[in-house]
């Protein structure tokens, strides 16, 4: 069940592109990142907030692979855990292949669903100019773009995730459905 680690974990009280890492983050069921901007039942991404507050968070935690960064370098881009808005850096886990609905096992006792991708933003590029477009890759099986900035859940079991604790994937019952923009 174990198929890789926490590289780091990131939150932020305010809103800003990046969140800086921690020794730690609390996880709270129905709600998010302890202490992290994005947490809450509804809605908290600051753009949809205007125009759909009262939908649920499917964006309660924003895990990413360390994987990516390494892929950016050799392109020329130096991203660190975190810089990317982040939560939960993992290590080891291809995320962008798990169907909507994995549950990932972090650490003890944390679980999160698989909610879907994230939707990288024109934000990107005024972080790294040039880097939003790396966010994208052609599908060559069907020629459609498929995002690579990540995974977005909801977390269903409380806990506390520190870098190096294991993760644990289960895969939701068949049939499978593919991740979607959330």
């Known amino acids: 069940m174990n198929?890789?680690?926490v590289a780091a974990v990131s939150r932020n009280a305010a809103y800003a592109f990046?969140?800086?890492n921690h020794p730690s983050i609390r996880l709270?069921?129905?709600l998010g990142v302890e202490g992290d901007v994005h947490a809450g039942e509804t809605i908290r991404h600051q753009f949809r907030m205007t125009y759909e507050p009262?939908?649920?968070n499917l964006r309660q935690v924003h895990l990413m692979h360390a994987e990516l960064f390494e892929e950016l370098a050799l392109k020329g881009y130096e991203v660190r855990p975190g810089e990317l808005g982040e939560n939960i850096t993992t290590r080891g886990v291809d995320l962008l292949a798990l169907p909507t609905g994995t549950l990932l096992h972090?650490?003890?006792d944390a679980v999160v669903e698989v909610t879907g991708l994230?939707?990288?933003c024109a934000k990107i590029n005024d972080f790294r100019t040039g880097l939003l477009g790396e966010m994208f890759a052609l599908d060559p099986h069907?020629?459609?773009f498929?995002?690579?900035s990540g995974v977005m859940g909801v977390v269903r079991r409380a806990g506390t995730v520190r870098p190096d604790d294991p993760i644990g994937v289960e895969w939701p019952p068949l049939p499978h459905r593919p991740l979607e923009r959330v």
Do not use: E, I, V
């Open 118 to 120: 994230r939707n990288p």
């Open 54 to 56: 009262d939908l649920p």
């Open 146 to 148: 498929t995002f690579k």
């Open 18 to 20: 990046s969140k800086p």
């Open 3 to 5: 198929a890789g680690r």
């Open 106 to 108: 972090l650490g003890a």
């Open 28 to 30: 709270l069921a129905g």
């Open 142 to 144: 069907s020629d459609a």
